[in-house]
C-alpha cells in the first residue's frame, strides 16, 4: 500500500494512493486508520511530504563507491548524522541553494519510515518497526561539510531534505535500482545491495543509541556519482518499484 500527504484548501491530509488514484485516510496511519474511497486523481492534487519526523537520522559512506569518490576508507560501524526537520520538502518543490555554499550537492537515497517505537532493536525483528519505504536527496553543501569538519551545518539548510512522493509498505529493499538524473543525465546508478550496512543492522544500530520514533526517517547514504546542482536543474531521484522524487533547483 501507499501513503502519501496531500493539500487541499489550506490542509494537509493523509491519503493512501492505487494506481492513479488517491483517496483519503482517517485517523492516524501509524495506528487505527481506515482508507476512504479513492475517488481523487493523483495529477489534479497537491502532494505534501509523506511524513514528519521527529528526526531524520543519516548514514555517511553506506556505499564502497561513494566513499571511494572521495577517497576515504569505508567505516566498520555506521557513521550516522542528523538532518533537522525542517530540511524536508516534498516532491516538485524547489531546493534553495543558500548563499553561504558554491557547491551543493545531490545525494540520492533509499529512505525507510519507522512505524513503531523502539529501542535497542534486534536486527532480526526491524520489519516490525518499519511502516515503509520512501525516496530521499540528502543534499549537501559539499564546500561547507569540508570546511567545518562535521555536518550539521552542510546538512542543515532548509529545502536540503526532499522527501517522497510516498511511503511504500510493501517495497523490498534489497536489491532496487537507486537512479539519480539531472536535467534527465544519470548521475547516479546502484543497487541497494551494494550498502555496506543493509537496513536491518542500520535500524538496530542507530535504536541502539536513540528511541526511534513513529515516522522517523533513516536515510541510507548514496552511492557514486554526487554532483553540483546549479539554478534551474531539475533533479530526479528514481527507485526502481518505488517511484520518482523530484525537485527543481533556485537561488
Ligand atoms: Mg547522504
Redesign the pocket.
Known sequence: MRFLRYKSSGNVYYGWSHEHLVGHVDGNIFGDFRRMEANMDIDEIKLSYPVLPSKII???R?YATHAAEHGVEVPDIPMLFLKPPSSIIGTKESIVLPPQSNQVEH?A?LAVVIGKQGRWIKPDETDDYILGYTIAN?V?ARDLQRRDGQWTRG?GFDTFCPIGPWIDTEFDPADALITCKVNNEVRQMASTRDMVFPVSHLIAFASSIMTLMPGDLL?T??PAGVGILNPGDKVEVEIEGLGILSNTVMK
Request: net charge negative.
Open positions: 543519516c548514514v555517511g553506506n545525494e537515497e540528502d549537501t546538512k536515510l547514504g548514496t
